[in-house]
Nanobody, 121 residues
Framework: QVQVVESGGGLVQVGGSLRLSCAAS????????MGWYRQAPGKQRELVAT???????TYADSVKDRFTIARDNAQNTVYLQMNGLKPEDTAVYYC???????????????WGQGTQVTVSS
């Protein structure tokens, strides 16, 4: 079985920084794209950033120049470094990963359970 687990959320003041981590474990043959999404109360889940297996990244306009996504393929882990945090960044942050498991031909999309990020003013 495959699991995806986030960590690193918390409470931070405006302008502060947090680093989220997301580790995948289990019968993993290869991880394709990994990404971070977030969902604020009363809003739809939105894309924050993605990173391909080769390291190509994309960012939502709202987080460009403040957030950085990175991954460690050897550790099956993706990170989100968040700097210059704003109150509007407050949300539950979810990690996802497109994972090819042993015995599966195509990748399956796995989601973590989410981690709360709260930015206080």
């Amino acid at each position: 079985q495959v699991q995806v687990v986030e960590s690193g959320g918390g409470l931070v003041q405006v302008g502060g920084s947090l680093r989220l981590s997301c580790a995948a474990s289990g019968r993993i043959r290869r991880i394709e794209d990994m990404g971070w999404y977030r969902q604020a109360p009363g809003k739809q889940r939105e894309l924050v950033a993605t990173i391909s297996n080769g390291g190509t990244t994309t960012y939502a306009d709202s987080v460009k120049d403040r957030f950085t996504i990175a991954r460690d393929n050897a550790q099956n882990t993706v990170y989100l470094q968040m700097n210059g945090l704003k109150p509007e960044d407050t949300a539950v942050y979810y990690c996802n990963a497109a994972i090819k498991s042993y015995g599966r031909f195509s990748p399956d999309l796995y989601w973590g359970q989410g981690t709360q990020v709260t930015v206080s003013s």
